[in-house]
């Protein structure tokens, strides 16, 4: 039975990654000259180098050349074996295809290179299925001739049931003889059979022992493992001998080695950061065809900061030709965007199916793109939200009921009580459409709007209590006065927004006064950033019993650095059932990793859960998921998980998107597949301004038949703003129109 093993790199001496396309031809080259002869020996030696003998690779200026050679001198065997040789190679592509097509003319010759690669296609299925057998009796005869590489190869092949059935044994068989033989690459390999019995005592140490013979014998795939196994954490760690084993293995050219160099010298993370080195091995790693390195070429072409990451110029015309490079070498990354830009038609010519095409290749990655695990499932899905058959059912109350609500609105709202569910701001939100003129309900709608249990829209309370903007009601004055300076109402309102709001703190509004606090601690608006003026508005709020004071005094507190007051306007705010304070709260305190503080933490988050909290309530079903800090209980976890979404918190409806899509069930919902249930739960979450959720949105509206062409591109800088990197490409591509 095949085994795929995780985590495994492409060897130098196997090119398990191919590209099945027909086979080009070679350019066409011009006549030969005696300097040509004396280059073309120089670099023959220099690849005989490489392959034989471990030596840094040519460039890849020496591998045009070599095929400008062969293209012109067909019956030369050495050269045309050297050459296919050299494709195996993952600095030269990995395309095993690329290597059996160009050995064809040599079909029977007794030459162990030609027998390596003619067998190792023909066992791959190149041939045709009756052939495949032959082919591993062709590798099994350069062996037997006495060729390292090939014993090397069919171990590989053995080992991963590639082009062969797996058989453990003949892999261990193989591997010995190849470094018998004088395969370096042998020491790794047999390292890597390791990982198929991990209950031997002495596994470990082997695994040790041979990737440091490989290494000391210069093989770059053992470099490369052993710099993994430095770097790892552990007992053993050594960063400093980790990083030089993996410089040795970019040296000689191992792309993935060198992509790492580069990413670690961009981000300064093991090596001081050099924008120079940066740029010089990434670009090393994406001209030997490693994907992630194109697509990083890719955004920094586009991007002038990132740009000047590698010390480089950005040349916006190159950008689509490195995504397209990526995309064919397998990036997932370069694989989704290029997709999404097919999809919407953003810079290239729409194209549906080439589009599907890469979005099923990103998502089936290892490491599935999150934008293509769920673009796949809603490609040309209906994107309108049905009609109801029928409108629904009036919400009739007594006064009586009315009242009721109210109460644990204002307990909520004005104690800290737990919020009202769902289904009691639905109530409220009828009885206001009833009762326009009740002033009381309206504010009280108004209020829960505000908060993030109710969507967290200052704007919609805004709007509601526009009637009634010639009222001197406090509340009032305190909810349209903070819009208006925020600019809801226009650039010229932001003034009479302030005069308003600071009448009703004069009014003895604590919550005015709260407002007010916070936007001169944060400078928001037309308020200049003033301290001193922050905490005069906080504690005056403090001795009116504000509901939120004693949050945003402990924010205030943190952000000045003050940590020992921070940590006590927190835990008062906590204690005081501030749901919002317990969820910090309860993060700040499971950051010591004590089983103490952990269940402390728990405690904390299933307060905030019951006070309404979504956060709370999404991170404490996280818990009871794991177990942890608390008892396993995934029918609860699934509830509070549930809640959470209902009360918009973003990661709960991504999470029951991808549950209804069947892309990621982490709860265990086990729903049956509903597109239309998982695309509402993904508007869900873009509303929450969830990134993947936006541009996932804007994708499939852009790739609708008639596409809207406003509000996608508005969702795609929103998502641009919160970080997500192909909103980010999507919008520089679009606003540049460039050419392709």
């Given at each position: 039975?095949?085994?795929?093993?995780?985590?495994?790199?492409?060897?130098?001496?196997?090119?398990?990654a191919?590209?099945?396309?027909?086979?080009?031809?070679?350019?066409?080259?011009?006549?030969?000259?005696?300097?040509?002869?004396?280059?073309?020996?120089?670099?023959?030696?220099?690849?005989?180098?490489?392959?034989?003998?471990?030596?840094?690779?040519?460039?890849?200026?020496?591998?045009?050349?070599?095929?400008?050679?062969?293209?012109?001198?067909?019956?030369?065997?050495?050269?045309?074996?050297?050459?296919?040789?050299?494709?195996?190679?993952?600095?030269?592509?990995?395309?095993?295809?690329?290597?059996?097509?160009?050995?064809?003319?040599?079909?029977?010759?007794?030459?162990?290179?030609?027998?390596?690669?003619?067998g190792?296609?023909?066992?791959?299925?190149?041939?045709?299925?009756?052939?495949?057998?032959?082919?591993?009796?062709?590798?099994?005869?350069?062996?037997?001739?006495?060729?390292?590489?090939?014993?090397?190869?069919?171990?590989?092949?053995?080992?991963?049931?590639?082009?062969?059935?797996?058989?453990?044994?003949?892999a261990?068989?193989?591997?010995?003889?190849?470094?018998?033989?004088?395969?370096?690459r042998?020491?790794?390999?047999?390292?890597?059979?390791?990982?198929?019995?991990?209950?031997?005592?002495?596994?470990?140490?082997?695994?040790?022992?041979?990737?440091?013979?490989?290494?000391?014998?210069?093989?770059?795939?053992?470099?490369?493992?052993?710099?993994?196994?430095?770097?790892?954490?552990?007992p053993?760690?050594?960063?400093?001998?980790?990083?030089?084993?993996?410089?040795?293995?970019?040296?000689?050219?191992?792309?993935?080695?060198?992509?790492?160099?580069?990413?670690?010298?961009?981000?300064?993370?093991?090596?001081?950061?050099?924008?120079?080195?940066?740029?010089?091995?990434?670009?090393?790693?994406?001209?030997?065809?490693?994907?992630?390195?194109?697509?990083?070429?890719?955004?920094?072409?586009?991007?002038?900061?990132?740009?000047?990451?590698?010390?480089?110029?950005?040349?916006?015309?190159?950008?689509?030709?490195?995504?397209?490079?990526?995309?064919?070498?397998?990036?997932?990354?370069?694989q989704?965007?290029?997709?999404?830009?097919?999809?919407?038609g953003?810079?290239?010519k729409?194209?549906?199916?080439?589009?599907?095409?890469?979005?099923?290749?990103?998502?089936?990655?290892?490491?599935?793109?999150?934008?293509?695990?769920?673009?796949?499932?809603?490609?040309?899905?209906?994107?309108?939200?049905?009609e109801?058959?029928?409108?629904?059912?009036?919400?009739?109350?007594?006064?009586?009921?009315?009242?009721?609500?109210?109460?644990?609105?204002?307990?909520?709202?004005?104690?800290?009580?737990?919020?009202?569910?769902?289904?009691?701001?639905?109530?409220?939100?009828?009885?206001?459409?009833?009762?326009?003129?009740?002033?009381?309900?309206?504010?009280?709608?108004?209020?829960?709007?505000?908060?993030?249990?109710?969507?967290g829209?200052?704007?919609?309370?805004?709007?509601?209590?526009?009637?009634?903007?010639?009222?001197?009601?406090?509340?009032?004055?305190?909810?349209?006065?903070?819009?208006?300076?925020?600019?809801?109402?226009?650039?010229?309102?932001?003034?009479?927004g302030?005069?308003?709001?600071?009448?009703?703190?004069?009014?003895?509004?604590?919550?005015?006064?709260?407002?007010?606090?916070?936007?001169?601690?944060?400078?928001?608006?037309?308020?200049?950033?003033?301290?001193?003026?922050?905490?005069?508005?906080?504690?005056?709020?403090?001795?009116?019993?504000?509901?939120?004071?004693?949050?945003?005094?402990?924010?205030?507190?943190?952000?000045?650095?003050?940590?020992?007051?921070?940590?006590?306007?927190?835990?008062?705010?906590?204690?005081?059932?501030?749901?919002?304070?317990?969820?910090?709260?309860?993060?700040?305190?499971?950051?010591?990793?004590?089983p103490?503080?952990?269940?402390?933490?728990?405690?904390l988050?299933?307060?905030?859960?019951?006070?309404?909290?979504?956060?709370?309530?999404?991170?404490?079903?996280?818990?009871?998921?794991?177990?942890?800090?608390?008892?396993?209980?995934?029918?609860?976890?699934?509830?509070?998980?549930?809640?959470?979404?209902?009360?918009?918190?973003?990661?709960?409806?991504?999470?029951?998107?991808?549950?209804?899509?069947?892309?990621?069930?982490?709860?265990?919902?086990?729903?049956?597949?509903?597109?239309?249930?998982?695309?509402?739960?993904?508007?869900?979450?873009?509303?929450?301004?969830?990134?993947?959720?936006?541009?996932?949105?804007?994708?499939?509206y852009?790739?609708?038949?008639?596409?809207?062409?406003?509000?996608?591109?508005?969702?795609?800088?929103?998502?641009?703003?919160?970080?997500?990197?192909?909103?980010?490409?999507?919008?520089?591509?679009?606003?540049?129109?460039?050419?392709h």
């Open positions: 039975m095949s085994v795929k093993i995780l985590g495994c790199v492409v060897l130098v001496c196997v090119a398990v191919f590209n099945e396309s027909a086979y080009a031809d070679l350019p066409a080259g011009r006549a030969p000259t005696a300097d040509d002869a004396v280059i073309h020996q120089k670099d023959i030696e220099a690849f005989k180098a490489t392959l034989d003998r471990l030596y840094p690779s040519p460039s890849q200026e020496a591998l045009h050349r070599l095929e400008q050679w062969v293209s012109g001198h067909t019956n030369d065997l050495e050269s045309s074996a050297l050459l296919a040789r050299a494709y195996l190679l993952p600095q030269f592509g990995s395309d095993a295809h690329k290597a059996w097509s160009i050995l064809q003319p040599f079909r029977g010759s007794k030459d162990p290179a030609v027998l390596e690669v003619l190792f296609g023909d066992a791959l299925g190149y041939s045709g299925p009756d052939e495949r057998k032959n082919g591993i009796e062709l590798i099994k005869e350069a062996a037997e001739q006495g060729n390292g590489p090939a014993a090397t190869l069919l171990g590989k092949m053995y080992m991963t049931g590639q082009g062969a059935s797996q058989d453990l044994i003949q261990q068989k193989y591997f010995t003889l190849a470094v018998k033989l004088g395969d370096r042998g020491y790794a390999c047999a390292a890597q059979l390791l990982h198929f019995f991990p209950d031997s005592p002495d596994n470990a140490a082997l695994y040790r022992k041979l990737l440091e013979t490989g290494a000391q014998a210069g093989d770059p795939s053992a470099e490369y493992e052993l710099a993994l196994a430095k770097l790892s954490p552990g053993d760690r050594n960063v400093e001998e980790g990083m030089e084993w993996m410089k040795r293995s970019a040296e000689w050219g191992l792309p993935i080695a060198q992509y790492l160099i580069g990413t670690n010298y961009k981000a300064g993370i093991l090596l001081n950061k050099s924008p120079r080195e940066a740029g010089k091995w990434t670009r090393l790693a994406a001209e030997a065809h490693w994907g992630d390195a194109e697509f990083e070429m890719g955004v920094a072409n586009l991007d002038a900061k990132e740009a000047s990451s590698y010390m480089m110029e950005p040349h916006k015309d190159e950008a689509i030709p490195w995504f397209e490079r990526a995309a064919k070498d397998d990036s997932g990354d370069g989704c965007l290029l997709g999404e830009m097919y999809l919407t953003i810079v290239v729409k194209d549906l199916s080439r589009g599907t095409v890469l979005i099923e290749a990103a998502a089936k990655q290892k490491e599935p793109i999150p934008e293509a695990r769920i673009l796949r499932k809603l490609i040309g899905f209906n994107l309108d939200t049905p109801p058959t029928a409108l629904p059912a009036h919400i009739t109350q007594t006064p009586e009921a009315h009242q009721a609500d109210m109460k644990r609105f204002l307990a909520w709202l004005y104690q800290l009580q737990p919020a009202p569910d769902q289904q009691a701001l639905k109530r409220l939100e009828q009885w206001v459409t009833d009762h326009p003129d009740d002033l009381d309900a309206s504010v009280t709608l108004a209020s829960a709007y505000g908060y993030a249990e109710f969507g829209s200052n704007a919609k309370g805004w709007a509601l209590l526009g009637r009634f903007r010639n009222s001197a009601d406090p509340r009032v004055l305190q909810i349209l006065g903070l819009a208006d300076a925020l600019g809801y109402s226009g650039q010229g309102a932001r003034e009479d302030v005069h308003m709001l600071e009448r009703s703190a004069e009014a003895g509004n604590a919550e005015a006064m709260t407002w007010l606090g916070y936007l001169y601690d944060k400078g928001k608006g037309p308020f200049p950033q003033d301290a001193q003026k922050a905490e005069e508005y906080y504690q005056k709020a403090l001795k009116l019993g504000g509901r939120h004071v004693l949050g945003r005094l402990a924010n205030h507190y943190k952000t000045i650095g003050d940590q020992q007051k921070y940590m006590q306007y927190l835990r008062q705010a906590a204690e005081a059932g501030d749901s919002e304070e317990q969820w910090e709260l309860g993060i700040v305190v499971t950051k010591v990793q004590t103490k503080t952990i269940a402390e933490g728990v405690e988050f299933r307060k905030s859960a019951e006070g309404g909290w979504p956060s709370g309530q999404m991170l404490y079903a996280r818990c009871l998921q794991a177990g942890l800090g608390v008892a396993k209980d995934p029918a609860q976890a699934r509830m509070w998980c549930q809640r959470a979404a209902e009360n918009h918190d973003s990661e709960a409806a991504m999470t029951l998107a991808d549950a209804y899509l069947g892309t990621e069930d982490k709860f265990g919902f086990d729903f049956p597949p509903d597109r239309a249930a998982g695309l509402e739960s993904l508007k869900a979450a873009a509303r929450a301004e969830e990134p993947t959720a936006l541009t996932v949105l804007a994708v499939l852009l790739s609708d038949s008639k596409p809207s062409q406003k509000y996608p591109f508005d969702w795609l800088k929103k998502s641009s703003a919160r970080g997500n990197l192909d909103a980010r490409i999507l919008c520089s591509l679009n606003d540049d129109k460039l050419p």
